[in-house]
Structures are given as structure tokens and as C-alpha cells.
């Protein structure tokens, strides 16, 4: 009989040296979630993903200008959609991976309080939000806003950010008091990590579904496939839950 430790051995070789790499464009809410991730699908699988954060909207005109990316891990359900539909995405390949929460934070611990009564208020003199026009934590902060009947009054404080990264950056660094972020940036072990925050309730914007598509670059790649199935896995839900998404 052969030896079972050089078979399991030569087993696991085969497996890592058909290993493959994968250009995904993420996302910028869902940054830390997938560095975790494919830090594990690499272990797990031997598959490297090579990770380039930013604006949806702005994703979207690079993989039409010819990107070399092979997964669009989307913000929106929309854009996946239309990749889909003009033969840059691959037909069937789509499929919800999280659904997002929009959060007012300040980076300091008694600014925002439990109701987002400070929006009311007018206490502050910036409020950050990433660019409505191409990224959807943007778009969901307007429509909250407008729902709020404060869009109007508060339009003038506006300090925008190119994605919701930036954002995040603008209140940290004091650039603006408090803005509107995803919870997965300021989320961990199940409870704000610091500052103050008001979790923006869900009926004052349309959901923040965000779709991952697999796209035609990456129709053959065999660790884009590896990784789209390997997101819909327990270890990946797992981390994508510790962060405050929702899934379906």
C-alpha cells in the first residue's frame, strides 16, 4: 500500500500548483470583509485574489474601458445587472453576496446620538457622504436625508468623498464632524468599535443590495470561479456577518 503521507502530500501539490490568481474590484465599503476573506481562500484554496478597492460607478468605467478585472464585487444590484446585459458579465453568474446598513458616525464619542436627532439640531459644520453618483452609500445617505425633509438645509455642509473610504477618512481626520458611512467600517464583534452612531433605519433609503458578478475576463479563470463559489461558504458568510451585513 502506498504511503499515505506522501500521497496526501502529492494530492495537495497537484492542487497548489494549478493554483491561479484573480483581479476582483472591490467595493470600498466591503474592503476589510474581503481582505479577510481572501486572505482565507488562499490558504484554503492556494488561489491568489488580487484586490483593487474603490466607487462602484467608477469600476463600472473602467471594466467598459477594457480593466482587466475578473469579479465585481458591486455596492449596487444595478450595475452587476447592466454588466450582465451588455455581454461584460457572464450570464447567470450574478447573485447577492451581502446587503449593506447605512450609519450617521462621528469619530467623537458624544456627537451622534442613538436617534440622529444632531442632523435636526445643526450642531456641526460638515457632513460627509461619498459621491451619490457613483457610489450607493451616497445615493442611500441623499435619499435619507430627502426622506428626513434636511436635504435642502444641510446640502450647503456637504464634503464629499469618491467612495465611501474617503468618507471615512474626511471624519476621522476632523474634515467633517460626522457623515454618513457603511456600519461594516465602523462595526466589529457585534457593536460600534468607537465614536457615536446612529444606525439610519432601513425604511428611510431602498436597500443596499450588493450584487458580485463573475465577468468575461474571468469566464475561464479557473480561481474567479474558485472565489465566486467560495464566497457563497460558511467561512466567508461567517466573516461577511461579523461586520454587520446582512445576507440572504
Not at 143 to 172: C, D, H, P, W, Y
Request: positive net charge.
Amino acid at each position: 500500500m502506498k504511503n499515505p503521507l506522501l500521497f496526501a502530500s502529492t494530492v495537495t501539490f497537484a492542487v497548489f500548483a494549478q493554483a491561479d490568481e484573480v483581479q476582483v474590484a472591490v467595493a470600498a465599503n466591503f474592503t476589510a470583509p474581503m481582505q479577510q476573506i481572501a486572505a482565507q481562500f488562499e490558504k484554503d484554496s492556494g488561489h491568489k485574489a488580487t484586490l483593487a478597492f474603490g466607487a462602484t460607478g467608477k469600476f463600472y468605467a473602467q471594466i467598459i474601458n477594457g480593466a482587466p478585472f475578473e469579479i465585481l464585487l458591486s455596492a449596487d444590484d444595478e450595475t452587476p445587472a447592466k454588466l450582465e446585459k451588455e455581454g461584460l458579465g457572464v450570464a447567470g453568474s450574478r447573485y447577492t453576496y451581502a446587503i449593506g446598513t447605512l450609519v450617521l458616525w462621528s469619530a467623537n464619542p458624544t456627537l451622534v446620538d442613538a436617534r440622529g436627532e444632531i442632523l435636526k439640531t445643526g450642531n456641526f459644520k460638515h457632513l460627509a457622504l461619498a459621491n451619490p453618483k457613483t457610489a450607493s452609500y451616497g445615493t442611500a445617505a441623499v435619499e435619507a436625508l430627502n426622506k428626513l425633509g434636511l436635504l435642502n438645509s444641510l446640502q450647503s455642509r456637504f464634503v464629499q468623498g469618491e467612495n465611501i473610504s474617503q468618507t471615512q477618512q474626511f471624519i476621522m481626520s476632523g474634515n467633517a464632524e460626522l457623515g454618513f458611512v457603511a456600519l461594516s467600517q465602523v462595526y466589529k464583534d457585534g457593536k460600534i468599535a468607537g465614536g457615536s452612531a446612529w444606525i439610519v433605519p432601513a425604511n428611510l433609503y431602498q436597500p443596499i443590495q450588493q450584487d458580485a458578478v463573475l465577468l468575461s475576463k474571468g469566464k475561464d479563470k479557473p480561481a474567479a470561479v474558485a472565489l465566486l463559489a467560495y464566497l457563497k461558504g460558511d467561512k466567508a458568510k461567517a466573516i461577511i456577518k461579523s461586520y454587520g451585513y446582512e445576507l440572504r
